[in-house]
């Protein structure tokens, strides 16, 4: 069964930093494309960054790009989002996910809280 574990959101000033981890398991983790979305109260999800499988290739949201730094480590089954520079408006509640292939269903974890606020 595919697994997806958010940790590290918390409650954080403006302008701190937070780093997000993505425990996965249930499926060869270095052969799938992952992502953070992220989903604020009362609106639609939101795409943050994707990193390729091999971890060579990133993308990001312009809202996010120069402070938010997504990375793996496939030895250890593991999604990063390295968030700088938070600002209130980074406050949501943050997925990873698994992106879909041509034969498979993406997939999404339970989330974790981030809060930005003085």
């Known amino acids: 069964e595919v697994q997806l574990v958010e940790s590290g959101g918390d409650l954080v000033q403006p302008g701190g930093s937070l780093r997000l981890s993505c425990a996965a398991s249930g499926f060869t983790f270095g052969n799938y494309d992952m992502s953070w979305v992220r989903q604020a109260p009362g609106k639609g999800p939101e795409w943050v960054s994707t990193?390729?499988?091999?971890?060579?290739?990133?993308d990001s949201a312009g809202s996010v790009k120069g402070r938010f730094t997504i990375s793996r480590d496939n030895a250890k089954n593991t999604l990063y989002l390295q968030m700088n520079g938070l600002k209130p408006e980074d406050t949501a509640v943050y997925y990873c996910?698994?992106?879909?292939?041509?034969?498979?269903?993406?997939?999404r974890g339970q989330g974790t809280q981030v809060t930005v606020s003085s």
């Open positions: 996910q698994r992106d879909s292939t041509p034969s498979e269903p993406g997939w």
């Open positions: 990193i390729n499988s091999g971890g060579g290739r990133t």
